[in-house]
């Protein structure tokens, strides 16, 4: 029952404080750590004792006081018991031995009010910090950060002072007015409480508290004691809240009644605007200078707060009549009739009164604008070739802004806009000036003829080539037009031919010709080409030598051209082969060739020759030879010769391979007929030989079968294979680590070790043997069990602990053992439990089956702290105090209290032993083990017995 009544009063203060924006929320119980921002932080009602550590996010915050830069920093918001507070935060365990610094705030969006900044390797010392002008009841911030980022557990001690607020008083009725009217500007007060953290007014609907915009402000103390309300329609209460963000807030109204003064209304006035000014008759006398409807009202009558009774009358002044034609624009030399008057120069307004249909005067007005345009083409003169482009001139054309120009040729087609015009062809051209301006388009158009004499004279030419038979050409030009110039220029031409008509040129080139007309100047230029071709073919040869591989030579022969002609010379040149280009021969001696380029008639000539080289060497392949099983190898004896010419040796037959066919004596494990080639490797030319080698050797076949793993599941294998010969002749050895007197003769023997095993299988009847072998490899390696940390179950995990099981390789099996552990979570790696017990957790590598173990200890707190609030009390007209014993009560460390009753105040509701009591009811007692967050109730009742006796007396007879 005492838990449930805490949970309901937490949760009133809590649901109230939130109905305030400027107010920070209380925390829960239990607190939260410290928040990251200023903005996130709840109230602590009694933050003394707290303990936590700066672990948060890097804020980065701007510099505090100057002298902090913020990193990890936390934040704690309090309400002020006193005046004057001064804290001490204990450090200790800090990662950097820095410690921290801290520092007290009003609010989070100004500087702190005091700052204590630490030092370096302040880590474990204490660290105070005071302030002397707190307001007790008001909410403040503690900001803790850590010294350059450094990371500590601490304790907040408060030292003096007193961070547990004081409930505030019942405050007063607000002071002020009771009736009021729409638009009224009034005052309301009520005397300061004491314990206020804030003053929440709220007055009437569509009113409006301090010039501000709505009806509820909440105001933080000590201000927030006076407000000025401006009305509005609406009636109703203005009420005040007073708290602190740890109290249930407290409330007193006043009833407010708005009666609003009705205006007096006098009939419309209508004027005419030529009537204008016109002035009312009601004080203030206002005047009416412009056309509308105006609602006016009279001076106030003085009235209650302002509500001023008036006088209100309308007046409607008519506006005039005004039709604005605006600006009329007329080309230069016209004119505007308008009404029968005639407006023919630039010039305006122009206005008309008129009646209008309302009777009052209409007014017409009109503005004009006489638009200039002109048209003129300045002197010209005749196109040619000297004189190949006219520019036309507008000359003495209107150069206005608003003007623009428009070229064009004998058909009307636009060839320019400017206010001059290139043209270098001849005929007739129009210029057409244009001169928009407002909504008129006024035009005029002046035209000129052009002449034009620049008929180039035309011209054509034709050169030549020069080769090893024509050393030179003649250059031929033609104009059809009679009495030109001619003028050459090129490789071959010289002052003496330049200028002739047909040049005589003696070098190849590109020749230009420029055929000039006297008359008008105009030319016309061709170009030809004189080519030249004198260079000789160039030409290699190549000869060769007769071998006994190579009978024949065939001349070789290359050039640079493509229709090239040959003519051979030497022996065994004849008619059928003097002509081609790489004649075949098969004689010896010097051949010569003459190359004739067929284009210029250009020769060349080169000389090669042909030698032989057909000298045979000798081959001895040596005698024969026999292989054993003692002698499983034989060397061939090959030699030859070839009259110290260079040589080469290939052998073929059965116990030849790339790797011995080119030695003179190689080696051979085969029976068979070998046949050696000696080579002249200067001619090419063979000689051959034959050596036979016989055998005696028929080896045993031995298997020992395919490579084998020994694992934890198969810590034995078995060896060999079935392909080994087997019979009475034929016997079997192994050899290897696993290897023993019992199974070194089985042809497939266990073994359980690993290594290289070698079998020898041997022919009892020849002596031949033959090995194999098999490589047993090991795969028993453990894998790597972790069961976690040792764990505690207290009261603040009722749903019990998780199991932190790990280990390697990654593809592990998980199997748990333990109290907790059921059929439902057995092998999950991480199972929940609720029970304490030392667990087994049991890895298997699924690979080679081993296995590994790790055991962790999960340990219980869960003993309930007692909690005896005492024997119930009485208060009585001799006992107007009495003291809470609740000694029964668990204490020591670790252990706190908390009371809630009529009198328990920030004072005493975390002692054990609340004392001078002097209010009855019912005192409820929450004792808690910080240790394991385990908590018990226990309640006690103050009666109170004032009923005083009855007293009477009886009369008795007198003596």
Not at 58 to 74: E, F, K, M, R, Y
Not at 91 to 112: H, K, M, R, V
Request: with cysteine.
């Amino acid at each position: 029952m005492n838990k449930l009544l805490l949970f309901i009063v937490s949760n009133l203060i809590f649901s109230n404080v939130c109905l305030l924006a400027q107010v920070a929320p209380p925390c829960p119980t239990p607190p939260p750590p410290g928040a990251e921002s200023c903005g996130a932080a709840c109230v602590y009602c009694n933050f003394d004792g707290y303990m936590g550590i700066n672990n948060g996010s890097p804020s980065g915050g701007a510099p505090v006081c100057g002298q902090i830069t913020l990193h990890n920093d936390q934040w704690f918001g309090f309400v002020a018991g006193t005046q004057s507070i001064t804290i001490n935060i204990a450090t200790s365990n800090c990662q950097n031995g820095d410690g921290l610094q801290a520092a007290f705030f009003d609010n989070c969006q100004e500087d702190a009010l005091t700052c204590n900044g630490g030092s370096g390797s302040g880590g474990g010392q204490p660290l105070p910090l005071t302030y002397n002008d707190f307001v007790p009841g008001q909410t403040y911030y503690l900001m803790i950060d850590g010294w350059v980022g450094d990371v500590c557990n601490y304790t907040i001690e408060v030292l003096d002072g007193s961070v547990t607020p004081p409930a505030p008083s019942q405050p007063m009725v607000p002071i002020g007015p009771t009736k009021v009217c729409p638009g009224a500007v009034v005052e309301y007060t009520i005397p300061d409480v004491p314990g206020a953290g804030y003053y929440q007014w709220i007055t009437p609907p569509g009113s409006k508290i301090n010039t501000g915009t709505t009806n509820n402000v909440t105001l933080p103390a000590p201000d927030g004691t006076t407000i000025t309300v401006t009305f509005g329609a609406s009636g109703g209460t203005v009420c005040v809240k007073v708290g602190n963000a740890c109290s249930t807030p407290l409330q007193a109204c006043l009833n407010v009644i708005n009666q609003p003064i009705p205006p007096t209304l006098k009939p419309d006035i209508v004027v005419c605007y030529e009537d204008l000014p016109f002035t009312w008759d009601e004080q203030p006398f206002t005047t009416v200078s412009l056309p509308g409807t105006y609602t006016l009202s009279s001076a106030v009558f003085d009235s209650y707060l302002g509500c001023d009774s008036i006088v209100k009358q309308k007046i409607i002044a008519k506006p005039q009549v005004k039709t604005n034609l605006g600006i009329q624009y007329i080309c230069e030399g016209t004119c505007l009739i308008y009404n029968g008057n005639s407006y023919c120069n630039t010039g305006g307004p122009f206005q008309e009164i008129l009646e209008s249909f309302q009777g009052c005067d209409s007014v017409v007005q009109v503005s004009l604008v006489s638009v200039p345009v002109n048209a003129a083409i300045g002197p010209v003169q005749t196109i040619d070739c000297n004189n190949p482009i006219l520019t036309l001139s507008s000359s003495g054309s209107t150069t206005a802004p608003t003007a623009t120009y428009t070229w064009t040729n004998a058909t009307w087609t636009p060839i320019g806009n400017q206010a001059t015009q290139a043209v270098g062809t001849g005929g007739t051209f129009n210029l057409v000036v244009t001169n928009a301006f407002g909504t008129v388009v006024c035009k005029d158009t002046a035209t000129v003829s052009v002449t034009a004499n620049n008929t180039p004279p035309g011209v054509t030419i034709s050169g030549g080539n020069i080769t090893c038979t024509a050393s030179s050409v003649t250059l031929q030009a033609n104009s059809p037009t009679s009495g030109v110039n001619y003028a050459w220029t090129g490789p071959g031409i010289t002052p003496a031919n330049q200028n002739l008509q047909n040049p005589v040129v003696n070098q190849p080139g590109n020749y230009v010709v420029t055929a000039t007309n006297p008359v008008n100047g105009c030319t016309s230029t061709i170009s030809t080409l004189v080519t030249g071709d004198v260079t000789p073919p160039v030409i290699s040869v190549t000869g060769g030598m007769i071998t006994c591989v190579q009978p024949n030579v065939t001349l070789g022969s290359t050039v640079n051209i493509p229709n090239a002609t040959f003519n051979w010379n030497g022996p065994c040149i004849h008619p059928g082969n003097q002509n081609l280009q790489n004649p075949v021969v098969n004689c010896t001696g010097t051949f010569t060739v003459t190359v004739t380029n067929m284009t210029n008639g250009c020769s060349s000539t080169a000389s090669t020759s042909v030698d032989q080289n057909t000298s045979i060497p000798s081959a001895d392949a040596g005698p024969d030879q026999t292989i054993s099983c003692q002698q499983t190898s034989v060397i061939l004896n090959g030699s030859g010769n070839a009259g110290g010419a260079p040589l080469a040796f290939l052998w073929t037959g059965p116990g030849i391979n790339a790797g011995n066919q080119g030695l003179p004596t190689p080696s051979v494990n085969q029976a068979g007929t070998y046949l050696l080639s000696v080579s002249n490797t200067a001619n090419g030319c063979i000689k051959t030989d034959t050596v036979v080698v016989n055998s005696s050797v028929i080896p045993p076949d031995a298997d020992a079968g395919a490579d084998q793993i020994i694992t934890c599941t198969a810590p034995t294998v078995t060896v060999g294979g079935t392909g080994s010969s087997q019979g009475a002749n034929f016997s079997v050895s192994w050899a290897g680590p696993g290897i023993n007197a019992g199974n070194q003769s089985q042809n497939n023997p266990g073994v359980g070790l690993p290594g290289l095993y070698i079998l020898n299988v041997t022919n009892t009847t020849t002596g031949c043997n033959t090995k194999d072998s098999v490589q047993v490899t090991q795969n028993t390696t453990a894998p790597a069990a972790n069961a976690g940390t040792d764990q505690t179950l207290t009261c603040s995990s009722p749903n019990g602990v998780t199991l932190n099981g790990s280990g390697t390789p990654a593809n592990i099996t998980f199997f748990w053992s333990g109290l907790g552990i059921g059929g439902n979570n057995d092998t999950l790696q991480n199972p929940n439990v609720t029970s304490p017990d030392t667990y087994t957790l049991q890895v298997t590598d699924p690979v080679n089956g081993c296995t590994a173990t790790d055991q962790v200890v999960i340990m219980q707190d869960a003993n309930l702290p007692a909690a005896n609030a005492g024997p119930d009390l009485e208060l009585n007209c001799t006992v107007n105090l009495v003291n809470i014993n609740a000694a029964a009560s668990s204490s020591g460390p670790g252990i706190t209290y908390q009371w809630s009753g009529p009198e328990i105040t920030p004072g005493n509701f975390n002692l054990q032993n609340p004392s001078n009591i002097s209010l009855p009811g019912t005192y409820s007692l929450t004792v808690t083990n910080t240790i394991n967050n385990c908590l018990n109730t226990d309640v006690l009742v103050i009666e109170i017995d004032t009923i005083l006796p009855v007293a009477s007396a009886e009369a008795r007879d007198s003596f």
